[in-house]
């Protein structure tokens, strides 16, 4: 049974049949955390044109997020994480000189990221320099626990934290097997001991990637990707350095 024939088992003669559908589509995106068109179509038993149709209105209003592979996801007004379009330009100005100053330092690509509900947005970045690099994902918009900014972030708020923003468990990311929530916990504890979090291609396929939380109201993260060619302990060890005194000198000010 979709998800509009069991509400229209309980059908008010008074409901306005277009409002009642984008609510059905927000209960969904907030008890799944992402819907594409055409489980949203699905779900509605209403074409895919007019579910994108739905969707697009929502996201324009704030309600709505796109995300990667189209994926669209609860938006700021529904994650209570608000900052208007001028609170993140301030932001990214404050912070584009702390940037700037690391990716030249390390030659690597850098990324500004922010928390919006169970996901990171990739705010600011800058690319790196070397001939073998990672690209810029910004405007792109991940889950948390599957970026090393969004980790960072993570075990920064703490564990009471976990259960608000993901209620019913972690959702399927990429095809694999979500982990349970103890183990995200377990993680967080291990990056709560060495004050950064790594990223072993959970966002993208051969990318390493570690980050540090930098701040709170609004959670925010830097973070360094390099390709997983690259990698090993030594490089991990610099990198991490570089960006715990980037984090520390942010803090201080």
Known sequence: MSYSDSVAQNADPYRVESVDRAMQLLDLLTERGALSVTEAAAELSVAASTAHRLLTTMTHRGFVEQGEKRLYHPGSKLTGQRADGNQLRQIVRTM???VESLAHRLNETVHLLILTGPDVRFLDGVEGTQWLRVGLRIGSRTPAF?????????????????????????PRWRDQQPAP??????????????????????????????????????????????????????????????LLATAASIRSH
């Open 181 to 242: 929530l103890d183990a995200l916990r377990r993680e967080l504890a291990h990056v709560r001991g060495r004050g950064y979090a790594v990223n072993f291609g959970e966002s993208e396929p051969n990318v390493v990637a570690i980050g540090v939380c930098i701040g709170r109201e609004p959670s925010l993260a830097l973070s360094v990707a390099i390709p997983k060619e690259r990698y090993d302990e030594n490089v991990e060890k610099a990198l991490a350095r570089e």
């Open 146 to 170: 599957a970026t090393s900014g969004g980790k960072a972030i993570l075990a920064d708020l703490g564990d009471a934290s976990i259960p608000a923003l993901y209620p019913t468990g972690l």
């Open 96 to 98: 584009r000189p702390h």
